[in-house]
């Protein structure tokens, strides 16, 4: 994939205020590949004009103007922490290194007694007129791994304000690019660098197209690989940033390769640390991470977080957490968090099962009950079924119309999650669109139905199924094969009673 239009951004930028960059990104979506990039087009170490040289960026005015032309520093933390001796000599060992190597660059200009690599490039720049560009891999690994070791993390942000922030690194900066997981690290309610440009998972902004692989991109490798687009996309697809549908380039590039549809999710090695996020005692956390698996989506403060996996103070900063992690995706115009997609759900699920919520636990017995009760027509039950699950287990959502109706019924219907795709709601079908189409995962699909659903408030269960014959919505799944029932409810706010009716279509 062609990511060197992020060299275009880059080269625009260079000494100016908005060449302080931090870029973070869950796992595996290219953060040290992009590094690499950045290092091999800029630094002076490299002859890399071939190598760019079928990209984007060459066929810019721009290209040969910052082709290797420059001195990069390029520091890799995640690699530092072995053999500088553990977490905290990791500062003392990046600076002795570094000014190791430009004591070779620049002989006779530092002095011995040199320890502070901020002094060390100011020292240059007042000799030589040179300046730098600074590139740092996994910036936050101390701030993740040593998130309650307060000395070590105190010692890396003065390193960091050191090299970064104030007057005298704009003398000998360039260009600053960071990039992790986690934005930077706030102190109190400021950034630590809040000089710094931040792109992130909440807000891309014009970066949105470097991070990770857009929906074009993904459609063109599975021409060329053969793939089915539209089982990657509900597998794959989800993060929406800045316009962009956004795919984690881990799995798609494992799918394209071995074309097995999985989770590829666990091999990034963020599993274990999501456990002790998701058991916090916060009210209402378990409540939305359920509201969640099952398809809708959940409001979320995300200014309170602190950028660090130590510091929660509430349900809103675990689930700003993990949407940072990869493990949720955010919508930044209606501020909602909800499950990208079904690798992320499908582990979710085993992490939620097991650590065998009691919550969960109850609450899926009545779901199966649910789905059971669906997939033997028995409309009556389903009726009760998804009556109680309202008051049980989804209290907090107040029937007001048929928007609530719709949030308990993709919530009663967890359990299908093991047998369905993340229910498709309002998908243009024949003359209108559908309020609910679950299709089965293709394992399934000889053994489950696809279930197309329509709701309705203050009318009728019979005006439901007519709606769905009468528009014609199983035209939505020509392409399908299976079976399909057709699963028509209504609420009636005076009596406060559910009613459904269910039928086989027959084509």
């Not at 030589?128 to 000395?151: M, P, Y």
């Not at 779901?367 to 309202?390: C, F, P, Q, R, Y």
Request: net charge negative.
């Amino acid at each position: 994939m062609d990511k060197t239009g992020l060299l275009q951004y880059t080269n625009r930028v260079l000494d100016t205020k908005q060449a302080l960059i931090c870029n973070s990104r869950p796992r595996r979506f290219g953060k040290s590949i992009t590094a690499d990039m950045l290092t091999a087009y800029y630094s002076k170490g490299c002859d890399s004009e071939q190598l760019f040289s079928d990209f984007a960026i060459s066929k810019e005015e721009s290209f040969r103007n910052h082709l290797n032309k420059y001195d990069v520093i390029h520091i890799d933390m995640q690699w530092s922490m072995a053999p500088a001796g553990g977490a905290e000599h990791v500062v003392s060992y990046i600076e002795n290194a570094v000014i190791g190597e430009l004591k070779d660059v620049y002989p006779g200009i530092l002095p011995e007694t040199t320890f502070s690599l901020p002094d060390a490039l100011s020292c240059i720049n007042t000799a030589e007129g040179r300046k730098f560009i600074v590139i740092i891999d996994e910036w936050d690994v101390l701030i993740r791994d040593e998130a309650s070791n307060h000395q070590v993390q105190e010692e890396y942000i003065n390193f960091l304000r050191g090299m970064f922030k104030g007057t005298e690194p704009t003398k000998f900066i360039h260009l600053a690019y960071l990039t992790g997981i986690l934005p930077v690290k706030k102190v109190k309610t400021q950034s630590a660098l809040n000089n710094f440009d931040e792109f992130t998972m909440l807000d891309a902004s014009i970066l949105a197209p470097y991070i990770g692989f857009t929906e074009d991109e993904v459609r063109e490798l599975c021409r060329r690989y053969g793939r089915d687009f539209e089982n990657v996309k509900r597998w794959y697809d989800g993060y929406q940033l800045t316009g962009y549908h956004v795919y984690n380039p881990k799995a798609v590039v494992s799918v394209m390769l071995r074309g097995d549809f999985q989770s590829y999710w666990s091999q990034t090695g963020t599993y274990e640390s999501i456990v002790p996020l998701i058991n916090m005692d916060f009210d209402g956390l378990k409540t939305a991470i359920i509201t969640m698996l099952s398809g809708e989506r959940v409001k979320v403060r995300t200014k309170t977080y602190q950028n660090d996996m130590v510091t929660f103070r509430n349900k809103d900063d675990v689930i700003t957490a993990l949407i940072h992690l990869g493990y949720l995706a955010y919508d930044q115009i209606h501020q909602t968090a909800f499950v990208p997609n079904e690798e992320i759900r499908s582990e979710f699920l085993d992490v939620v099962e097991e650590n065998r919520w009691d919550e969960f636990i109850g609450f899926q017995q009545e779901s199966v009950n649910l789905l059971e009760a669906t997939l033997d027509m028995d409309g009556e039950t389903v009726a009760e079924e998804i009556e109680k699950i309202h008051e049980e287990y989804a209290s907090a959502i107040q029937y007001n119309n048929e928007n609530s109706l719709s949030s308990v019924l993709t919530i009663g219907y967890l359990s299908a999650m093991q047998y369905y795709f993340k229910p498709i709601r309002e998908m243009p079908a024949g003359k209108g669109f559908a309020d609910f189409i679950f299709i089965p995962k293709p394992e399934y699909a000889i053994d489950y139905p696809a279930l197309l659903a329509e709701l309705k408030w203050n009318q009728s269960a019979d005006a439901a199924i007519q709606q769905i014959k009468e528009r014609k919505y199983p035209a939505a799944l020509k392409d399908y094969k299976g079976s399909i029932l057709l699963v028509g409810i209504n609420y009636d706010k005076k009596s406060k009673k559910h009613q459904c009716i269910i039928e086989k279509f027959e084509t």
